[in-house]
């Protein structure tokens, strides 16, 4: 994980706010102060680093970003109207998709033509638009498997069984003591099938985190989360961020959005079209033109609970459907793509 001394000659180093928090965050007001508006511009201490990267299908570009730095130990909000490319640059960036162009770097590590456990193992994790909860499993062994890959997998040490039992036993504390801090501890043994929408979102927010990750992307954690979660959930990400870790995430709420994010990457038609410090949003005519002449897929439908409702709850079933195939045949949690299940459906 990272950590920010506040450089001596940085222009809060010498102030006297009264806790952590505040200092935390004037230093990350002063540190993004200097950045201009402009997309594509450099941060002060970058922690990934995207370079021509471009992804088409059929006919359509649905990423072409020329270039983009995500600040270290930041929260960046990602919009964009519908079908701006938000999901498949996520996809290309932890290895769920391949681009036609293009380099992507974490602390100057070239994260290019990685599988998704590759990429994980990197530093880098991700959660999706529906959540990848396996219903038929309980909350614990859904945490547990968030750890994926590690020794017990591996044939040399399947047969020497002290290794893999010890290393059991710490993923098995490990995974509770995330569901104690996601206020989950209570269902650990209770089915996924049975948490709400929201829950299932923090629970796999829990799942994320047993790789002890440095770069979290969450693509769309608050949909379809009721409001009563909205803020516990809100705050977790800001807890990610208050330990360390760099996050970036996708919303299209613009309230939460102002919320929480310390800076926003806009796309548009594939590209990065603004960047600013979200108190500048509104005023950028860039964003507001884009919304304007935007169109609209079909969204995901949720009901008041958040669980998916209707095309939603069918795509979710499919989703859940292919993943246990996947687990079943040895293979990890890196597999379909929503957006080509939705597109078959
Ligand atoms: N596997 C695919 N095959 C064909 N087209 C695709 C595929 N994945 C994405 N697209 C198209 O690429 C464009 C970008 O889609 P993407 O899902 O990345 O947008 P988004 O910004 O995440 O949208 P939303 O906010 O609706 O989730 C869209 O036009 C989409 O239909």
């Known amino acids: 994980m990272s950590d920010h001394p506040v450089p001596s000659d940085h222009p809060v180093s010498g102030a006297h706010p009264s806790s952590s928090a505040e200092t935390a965050s004037a230093v990350r007001t002063a540190l993004f102060a200097s950045v201009p508006n402009e997309p594509g511009v450099a941060k002060p201490d970058p922690i990934l680093v995207v370079d021509q990267v471009s992804r088409t299908f059929g006919g359509l570009k649905a990423v072409d970003v020329a270039h983009l730095e995500i600040q270290r130990g930041s929260i960046t909000g990602l919009i964009g109207p519908n079908g701006a490319g938000k999901t498949t640059l996520f996809n290309l960036l932890t290895g769920f998709d391949r681009p036609d162009t293009g380099t992507w770097s974490m602390d100057g590590r070239d994260l290019g033509r990685m599988y998704p456990h590759q990429v994980a193992r990197t530093g880098v994790v991700r959660t999706f638009q529906l959540t990848k909860a396996l219903s038929k499993l309980s909350v614990l062994d859904n945490v547990r498997l968030g750890a994926r890959g590690q020794t017990g997998e591996r044939m ?22 995330l569901l104690t801090r996601f206020k989950l501890d209570a269902k650990a043994n209770d089915l996924a099938g049975s948490l709400s929408g929201g829950q299932r979102k923090l629970l796999e927010m829990a799942r994320a985190l047993m ?52 800076w926003v990457v ?23 033109d884009a919304y304007l002449g935007s169109h ?49 459906r």
């Open 296 to 344: 609209h897929d079909q969204a995901l439908e949720f009901d008041d609970e958040g669980n998916p409702v209707g095309a939603t709850a069918e795509l979710a079933q499919v989703l859940e459907e292919a993943e246990v195939e996947t687990l079943e045949a040895g293979g990890d949690l890196s597999e379909p793509d929503i957006d080509e299940l939705r597109r078959d």
């Open 156 to 177: 040399l040490t399947s047969l020497l069984p002290w290794t893999w039992r010890a290393q059991e036993r710490e993923i098995t504390e490990r995974a509770h003591s």
């Open 266 to 288: 806009v796309m548009a038609q594939g590209s990065v079209i603004a960047e600013s410090a979200p108190a500048d949003l509104a005023s950028n005519n860039a964003v507001v």
């Open 211 to 262: 790789t002890d990750p440095t770069v979290v992307m969450l693509d769309e954690p608050m949909a379809g989360v009721n409001p009563a979660l909205t803020q516990s959930l809100l705050g977790h990400v800001k807890s990610l961020r208050d330990d360390g870790m760099t996050v970036v995430f996708v919303e299209h709420d613009m309230d939460v959005i102002r919320d929480i994010s310390d």
